[in-house]
């Protein structure tokens, strides 16, 4: 056991969560779920995604939520961009309003490539390579997500090996910090911990993150298992939103206000204030006008009650 002493959470709720609303998400509303994060402590935001609006009609107002958003110091805000189309759109607003972080966005399984991004793994690498080229050329750091690591709704349990290939080819055209998604919420601690021991062959602990959706409940135990291995960057969603449109029936990322419960249990410093954390997530979900996925956000709002 080597648990990390502190960990960095991604809240990706403005973008893997809202993703995926069925109803429309105005814009002011999602520049305020980015300026509670904030002020929750968060220093990294997954803000929104610079993908087709007519796949992803939710993030059709990617430009107008980064202009809108109020900077803070020493936060870190990124952007999903699948080619260049969407990164020339990501840095066509003025430099300030530029993401620090751009996210190319591949899957071990060939099925769901196809699904999510329109093209094979090997066609995704290649339109991700001037991608990573250009980013890195202007200062912008490049995250890559390597979607169904452990299971795929459509080819159903994936390989270590198919996630080790694709950490390499990540890799080979300089993506420099890759996530490990379990896009479906399919994993189990063992599994999950086979496809990150599969990215370590390629990256560095640093430069490893876990993205674990909580579909079927196990994504606490999924980052517990990757605490254990020396994982310290998680991705998770304030409310617990979210889910990918291209995976049916796949449920929001692991609430971030359980993440943060669970490692302030542990004595693990995220430099978040739990409080407004679960404030934040509240403001969201009344606009979707819904509860908190989150059983560590009931459990205090009732304490809070009483
Ligand atoms: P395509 O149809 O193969 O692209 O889509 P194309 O290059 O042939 O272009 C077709 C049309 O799309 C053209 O417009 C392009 O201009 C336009 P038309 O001439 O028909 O009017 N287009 C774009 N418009 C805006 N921004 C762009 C862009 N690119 C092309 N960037 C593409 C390929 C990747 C664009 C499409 O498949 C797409 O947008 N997919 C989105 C998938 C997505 O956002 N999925 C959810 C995010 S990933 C996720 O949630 C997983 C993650 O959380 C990790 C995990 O949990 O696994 C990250
Ligand atoms: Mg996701």
């Given at each position: 056991m080597k648990l990390p002493t502190h960990v960095k959470i991604v809240d990706v709720g403005p973008r893997d969560g809202l993703q995926n609303e069925k109803q429309p998400v105005p814009a002011d509303v999602k520049i305020g779920l980015v300026h509670r994060l904030?002020?929750?402590?968060?220093?990294?935001?997954?803000?929104?995604?610079?993908?087709?609006?007519?796949?992803?009609?939710?993030?059709?107002d990617n430009a107008e939520v980064m202009h809108g958003i109020t900077r803070k110091a020493g936060v870190r805000y990124s952007v999903l961009t699948p080619n260049m189309k969407g990164f020339e759109a990501a840095i066509a607003a003025p430099r300030e309003e530029w993401p620090d972080e751009i996210v190319v966005f591949g899957a071990a399984s060939e099925a769901f490539s196809q699904k999510n991004i329109n093209c094979s793994i090997a066609e995704s690498i290649e339109r991700f390579a001037p991608v990573v080229a250009a980013a890195r050329d202007k200062g912008i750091y490049v995250r890559g997500a390597m979607s169904c690591t452990v299971g795929c709704p459509y080819e159903g349990e994936i390989a270590p090996e198919?996630?080790?290939?694709?950490?390499?080819?990540?890799?080979d055209i300089g993506v420099q910090h890759v996530g490990v998604a379990d896009t479906i919420g399919v994993g189990t601690?063992?599994?999950?911990?086979?496809?990150?021991?599969?990215?370590?062959?390629?990256y560095g602990i640093d430069d490893v993150s876990g993205h674990y959706h909580d579909t079927y409940g196990q994504a606490l135990g999924n980052t517990l298992a990757s605490l254990e291995m020396g994982v310290w960057q998680y991705d998770t969603s304030s409310a617990g939103l979210g889910g990918c449109p291209y995976a049916k029936g796949a449920t929001g990322n692991v609430a971030t206000e359980d993440v943060v419960y669970m490692l302030q249990g542990m004595g693990i410093e995220t430099g978040i204030d739990l409080d407004k954390l679960i404030d934040a997530g509240v403001y969201i979900s009344q606009a979707l006008g819904?509860?908190?996925?989150?059983?560590?956000?009931?459990a205090i709002r009732t304490k809070r009650a009483g």
């Open positions: 904030q002020d929750a402590g968060l220093r990294e935001i997954e803000v929104t995604s610079f993908v087709s609006p007519k796949w992803v009609p939710q993030m059709a198919a996630v080790g290939r694709l950490a390499k080819l990540m890799k601690p063992v599994k999950v911990q086979r496809a990150i021991e599969a990215t370590l062959a390629h819904r509860e908190p996925n989150s059983r560590a956000s009931k």
